[in-house]
C-alpha cells in the first residue's frame, strides 16, 4: 500500500533555522550592497554556547530570505554577513554585505581604518579635560573575559586609541560622544573606567546594582554613528562621505536621564 503525505507535512521540519529568529531587524540604511541594522542591547550578533536562533546574523537573513533577496536554496546564493560586531550588551549600527564584493571591500576598509564610528555613552562623573585622546595599552583576561589597560606598553599589549568630548554634564554624571580609531575588546568599557569614569550600568568594569534600580539594565553604551572615508574608488564609492545614525537613543533622548539627576 501506498502512503502520500504532503509536503506540508515537512515545511516547519526542513524550513531554515534562521527562519526560527525573531522578524524583527531595525534597518538604520539599505541598498542593493549593504544594510545598516540597529542592534538592540541584549542581542547577540551570531550563535554562542547560550544561544544558537534569535542573533542578529539570522534576524538578517530572515528579513532578506522574505524579501526575496536571499535565498539559500540556490547554490551561488551569496549568505548576508556582518563585517562588525558589537558585544550583547552595547547596542547600534552593525554592517551587513549583501554580495561578497562588499564584504571584500568593507573588510579591507575597516582595517584600513576608512570607517569612522561613534558612540554615545553616560558615565559616572566628568572626564578631565572635558575633550581629549586616550592612548593606552590593552591586554585581555581571558578568565574573566575582561580587558586590562596599561599605561606604558608591555610584550603582547596593544595600542588602544580613543577619542571622546562631554557632550553634557551634571556635575556628577556626563554623556559622551566617543570615536574609537582602535577596536579592542571592551575598549570604550575599560579606558573610561580606567580615568575613573566608568560606564553607567557596567557591572564588569564598575558596581552597577544602584544603576539598575534606575532603570540601567545594560551599560549606557551605543554605537550610534557612522561615516563612510573611503578612500579608493571601488562599487562602494558611492556612500563616501556620508554618515548614517541612529536617532533613538534610549539613554540619550534628552541628553542625561532624569533618573540620574536625583
Known sequence: MDLYINDEFFAEENAPSFLLAKPDVKVVYEDENILLADKPQGLIVHEDAGESVDTL???VKRYLYEKGEYIPEQEASFAPALCNRIDRNTGGIVIVAKNAESLRILNEAIKNRELSKFYLCLVKGVPSPREATLT???MKNEAENKAIVLDKPRPGARTMVTHYRVLQS?????LLEVELETGRTHQIRAQMAHIG???????KYSVNAADRKKGFSYQALYSYKLRFDFREEHSLSYLKGKTFQVEDVWFAKNGIPDALAE
Request: charged share 15%; proline share 6%; aromatic share 12%.
Open 57 to 59: 546574523i539570522n534576524r
Open 136 to 138: 593606552h595599552y590593552h
Open 170 to 174: 551634571n556635575g556628577r554624571f556626563s
Open 197 to 203: 569614569c566608568p560606564l553607567v550600568g557596567d557591572g
